[in-house]
């Protein structure tokens, strides 16, 4: 089962930024956060994950509490193309640990 | 670099019968993952391949099978098919022994009819 609880779905305006929230009481020390998008039938897309601190890369940037228990990712402009649905992952990074997968939240960017 | 790449495309099988399905990871990745995707669901996790063994599987019965090659790529097998096997099939792949983050393939669409 998924350890992460995220909302269904979540309107955004296109060149605002977007903030996709997600929870993760149950994380364990050992475990990252990882964020993955998947554009209408195509594979999921890695997009950022973290620890502890917060992250920033080209894509994306990804504010986790100091406990730990919940995430944000920051979409800071987003367009059209960042129509998808994203998954919000924990992952224990010793003994390459599969993705569970939950439902996802369906981002959609409106002109 | 290619990225993961997946084939066929797209596939249609009748009821009863064996399919495989092929991937070739990332250019340095050794790790595989297959995955299944119902339509509207998230990706459920079926096995990963590292070292051409099985190290992980989900909870998948054992008409579903893999193999990976020296080179690194991989095969899904899955026999005896049902109505309910129609899916979006992922690889990923992932390196280090998959302590990297995982890269997606596009997907096999799989229909049985």
């Known amino acids: 089962d998924a350890k992460t609880t995220q909302p269904p779905s979540m309107d955004c305006a296109e060149g605002r930024a977007a903030n996709l929230p997600c929870n993760h009481s149950?994380?364990?020390?050992?475990?990252?956060v990882y964020w993955y998008r998947q554009i209408h039938s195509q594979g999921p897309q890695y997009i950022i994950h973290g620890l502890k601190n917060n992250e920033t890369n080209e894509m994306a940037s990804l504010i986790i509490t100091e406990d730990r228990k919940s995430s944000t990712l920051i979409l800071p402009h987003a367009t059209l193309r960042d129509t998808a649905v994203y998954y919000c992952i924990v992952r224990a990074i010793q003994g390459a640990q599969k993705l569970v997968f939950g439902q996802g939240t369906r981002l959609t960017i409106n002109p | 670099d290619a990225g993961v790449t997946q084939s066929p495309t797209h596939l249609i099988k009748t009821r009863g019968q064996q399919v495989t399905l092929r991937c070739s990871p990332k250019s340095g990745h050794d790790t595989v993952s297959w995955y299944q995707q119902a339509l509207g669901q998230g990706p459920q996790f079926i096995f990963q391949y590292y070292e051409e063994e099985e190290r992980q599987r989900g909870n998948f019965p054992d008409r579903f099978s893999g193999h990976q090659f020296p080179n690194y790529s991989s095969e899904l097998n899955v026999n005896a098919l049902l109505l309910g096997d129609s899916a979006l099939y992922l690889c990923?792949?992932?390196?280090?022994?998959?302590?990297?983050?995982?890269?997606f393939g596009q997907g096999t669409r799989l229909t049985v009819v």
């Open positions: 990923a792949s992932s390196g280090t022994g998959g302590l990297t983050e995982a890269f």
């Open positions: 149950t994380i364990s020390g050992n475990e990252y």
